[in-house]
Nanobody, 123 residues
Framework: EVQLVESGGGLVQPGGSLRLSCVASGTIYRTFAMGWFRQVPGQEREYIAFTDFNGGRRHYADSAKGRFTLSQGNAKNTLILQVNSLQPEDTAMYYC????????????????WGHGTQVTVSS
């Protein structure tokens, strides 16, 4: 079992940036991958990006390329999502995802979810 805890959301003005963090704990296998999704009420959960812990491969949704950047935090098993040039349409709950199979780009891949961190972009 893996636990995921997100932090870093909040209220930001258009054009601003945020750094979201997710810490994983528990039984983590070599094939484990972590990623980020987001969801607006009434809409499906949308994939943003993922990375696998072992090889460091990073994959981004086409819509995320350019403004979203994944990195590993200084603490063990920590994944960072840097989001720049935020716009009101980026307002959503952002969820950290954990996947045992090494790929984490669609909801059916996900074995573990964090509780989410709210990002609100507004002036």
């Amino acid at each position: 079992e893996v636990q995921l805890v997100e932090s870093g959301g909040g209220l930001v003005q258009p054009g601003g940036s945020l750094r979201l963090s997710c810490v994983a704990s528990g039984t983590i296998y070599r094939t484990f991958a972590m990623g980020w999704f987001r969801q607006v009420p009434g809409q499906e959960r949308e994939y943003i990006a993922f990375t696998d812990f072992n090889g460091g491969r990073r994959h981004y949704a086409d819509s995320a390329k350019g403004r979203f950047t994944l990195s590993q935090g200084n603490a063990k098993n920590t994944l960072i999502l840097q989001v720049n040039s935020l716009q009101p349409e980026d307002t959503a709950m952002y969820y950290c995802a954990g996947c045992d199979i090494g790929v984490c780009s669609v909801v059916p891949d996900v074995n573990y979810w964090g509780h989410g961190t709210q990002v609100t972009v507004s002036s």
